[in-house]
């Protein structure tokens, strides 16, 4: 699949501040799923997007897919301790493989 | 319901000596991958198989590393030597994988390589 390349690499926020990562590509993305990985976990599926423009929600996270399907991002409101981890986003080329960014790190100062 | 199940969670060897590493699959899950995960290169696909037969192995490091799936509900991953650049945690994960597009991807909890 395509390269994704994630920004920013590393995020330190305060507790109950935003936090938003971008995933970009060069060329358009068919779909693009979010993943997070807890320290010391492994990675967990969290949202898949494939329409152009689409916007999902799950709590306080909220996940976009680009209108013109090269770029998504997840924002987090008001973070919590518990959303310390890593986020992935992978490009699905509509094979079976996923191509995963670098993933950005967050950690939430209490 | 289990998950994707890994095993050994943690290996410690030196150099030289042959490591496997296993993995179980969800049951009814068709695809299977392994991941090599570290600081410097993140998230690697090493290769993936569908219905056992390995599809894409271009990401295989070289000819040390091999992998087999014998059956459904089965694959290893052998290192042989082993070299301490090897040292990482690798994951194994599995996905439906019948639709052709992309499904989600369940992840082991991993095994943490340290290759002394």
């Known amino acids: 699949g395509q390269q994704v390349m994630q920004i920013p690499q590393y995020q330190h926020v305060q507790e109950g501040e935003d936090f938003t990562t971008y995933c970009n590509s060069s060329?358009?993305?068919?779909?693009i799923q979010w993943y997070k990985q807890r320290p010391g976990g492994h990675p967990v599926f969290l949202i898949q997007?494939?329409?152009?423009?689409e916007v999902k929600k799950q709590k306080r996270l909220t996940f976009q897919f680009g209108e013109a399907k090269k770029n998504s991002s997840l924002h987090i409101t008001a973070t919590q301790t518990t959303d310390v981890g890593t986020y992935f986003c992978?490009?699905?080329?509509?094979?079976?493989?996923?191509?995963f960014g670098k993933g950005t790190k967050l950690s939430v100062i209490p | 319901d289990a998950g994707v199940i890994q095993s050994p969670r943690h290996e410690v060897t030196e150099m030289g000596q042959e490591v496997t590493l296993r993995c179980k699959p969800i049951?009814?899950?068709?695809?299977l991958f392994w991941y090599r995960q570290t600081m410097m290169r993140g998230l690697e696909l090493l290769i993936y198989?569908?219905?056992?037969?390995?599809?894409?192995d271009s990401g295989m490091p070289e000819d040390r590393f091999s992998a087999k799936m014998p059956n459904a509900s089965f694959s290893t991953l052998k290192i042989q030597p082993s070299e301490p650049r090897d040292s990482a945690v690798y994951f194994c994960?599995?996905?439906?994988?019948?639709?052709?597009?992309?499904?989600?991807?369940?992840f082991g909890p991993g095994t943490r390589l340290t290759v002394l």
């Open positions: 994960a599995s996905s439906i994988g019948t639709s052709g597009s992309t499904d989600t991807q369940y």
């Open positions: 060329t358009t993305l068919s779909n």
């Open positions: 997007l494939v329409k152009s423009g």
């Open positions: 992978a490009n699905g080329a509509g094979s079976y493989q996923l191509t």
């Open positions: 049951s009814g899950h068709n695809s």
């Open positions: 198989f569908n219905n056992n037969v390995p599809i894409d």
